[in-house]
């Protein structure tokens, strides 16, 4: 398996644009989790899901912000509009739910100037 | 909610010394306890995990107590190497039970001196 996949590595916006970021989990997980990590404020958890449902968004900053998980295999993060205090490293991660380890994207860098 | 609290947030030792990572949590409830390792740059990756029922487990040279009396659990690097540096995280998180997810610490950078 590649395990957890997200894209783009990179992202350099201007503040005021749409952002969207993407995540593949591994095949089978039914937990997918969406962490957003700072120097500041270490790794916080944004939003999960299970079985494609929204489980826990109480991680989400603002309005801006929303999650969307149409199918097993593929969700999404958007930002809308972004901000400069956007900018971060932000994770994706799965499991499967009778097992308790979880696995990490290699993360999208997010820059919003 | 859960809270888990990590210290120290640096560390830094000689190479071949032991280091160790201190967390505490804060719901009795809880019953899974995961470390993970992030290099630079990289993202985090599971080291070690231990569960309520078991009060250490070793892997070569790492190893993790728990006490759940104290609701703490710590991570115990031995003869240090100098790619053992990264930051550490510890979570916990109450598996099994309505929530899926994982409480992380703040994170203790651990250096290691050649």
């Known amino acids: 398996d590649a395990g957890v996949i997200q894209s783009p590595r990179h992202e350099v916006t201007e503040m005021g644009q749409e952002v969207t970021l993407r995540c593949k989990p591994i095949?089978?997980?039914?937990?997918l989790f969406w962490y957003r990590q700072t120097m500041m404020r270490g790794l916080e958890l944004l939003i999960y899901?299970?079985?494609?449902?929204?489980?826990?968004d109480s991680g989400m900053p603002e309005d801006r912000f929303s999650a969307k998980m149409p199918n097993a295999s593929f969700s999404t993060l958007k930002i809308q509009p972004s901000e400069p205090r956007d900018s971060a490293v932000y994770f994706c991660?799965?499991?499967?739910?009778?097992?308790?380890?979880?696995?990490f994207g290699p993360g999208t860098r997010l820059t919003v100037l | 909610g859960e809270n888990v609290e990590q210290h120290p947030s640096t560390l830094s030792v000689q190479e071949g010394d032991s280091a160790v990572i201190k967390c505490t949590y804060s719901?009795?409830?809880?019953?899974?306890f995961p470390w993970y390792k992030q290099e630079l740059g990289k993202r985090p990756q599971l080291i070690i995990d231990?569960?309520?029922?078991?009060g250490e487990k070793k892997d070569q040279r790492i190893a993790v107590t728990l006490n759940k009396t104290a609701k703490h659990f710590s991570l115990h690097i031995t003869e240090t190497q100098p790619e053992d540096s990264a930051v550490y995280f510890c979570?916990?998180?109450?598996?099994?039970?309505?929530?899926?997810?994982?409480?992380f610490g703040k994170g203790t950078k651990l250096s290691v001196k050649p």
């Open positions: 991660a799965s499991r499967w739910g009778s097992t308790d380890t979880q696995y």
């Open positions: 095949s089978g997980h039914d937990y």
């Open positions: 899901f299970n079985n494609n449902v929204p489980i826990d």
């Open positions: 719901d009795s409830a809880s019953n899974y």
């Open positions: 231990i569960r309520s029922n078991v």
């Open positions: 979570a916990a998180s109450m598996y099994g039970g309505s929530q899926g997810n994982l409480i």
